[in-house]
Nanobody, 126 residues
């Protein structure tokens, strides 16, 4: 079974940067579509960024131009580089994976991935 463990969250000032990592074990990592989701108190979960096996990507409009998703199949890890952080970026960020042949946009916006990590907290201070 696929296991996902997020790391890299923390407290950062407005305008700062963080790099989240998601380490995967089990399964064949290169076959999985991967994504980052976030949920803040009182808000619905939203797909932030997703990536396909061919490195095709999707970004939510709210993070486009500021966040970058990437994957390293040899290290079985997916990353989310977050730059120019804003207060509205504060949330628990979850890594997710699914074997279905999603486009990155479909994974982030039209489905519920089957495998989830426990989440990592991102706090943005003003």
């Amino acid at each position: 079974q696929v296991q996902l463990v997020e790391s890299g969250g923390g407290l950062v000032q407005v305008g700062g940067s963080l790099r989240l990592s998601c380490a995967a074990s089990g399964g064949t990592f290169s076959r999985y579509a991967m994504g980052w989701f976030r949920q803040a108190p009182g808000k619905e979960r939203e797909g932030v960024s997703c990536i396909r096996y061919d490195d095709t990507t999707y970004y939510a409009n709210s993070v486009k131009g500021r966040f970058t998703i990437s994957r390293d199949n040899a290290k079985r890890t997916v990353y989310l580089q977050m730059n120019n952080l804003k207060p509205e970026d504060a949330a628990v960020y979850y890594c997710a994976a699914d074997l279905l042949p999603y486009t990155p946009q479909a994974l982030c916006t039209k489905s519920t991935p089957k495998h989830w990590g426990q989440g990592t907290q991102v706090t943005v201070s003003s």
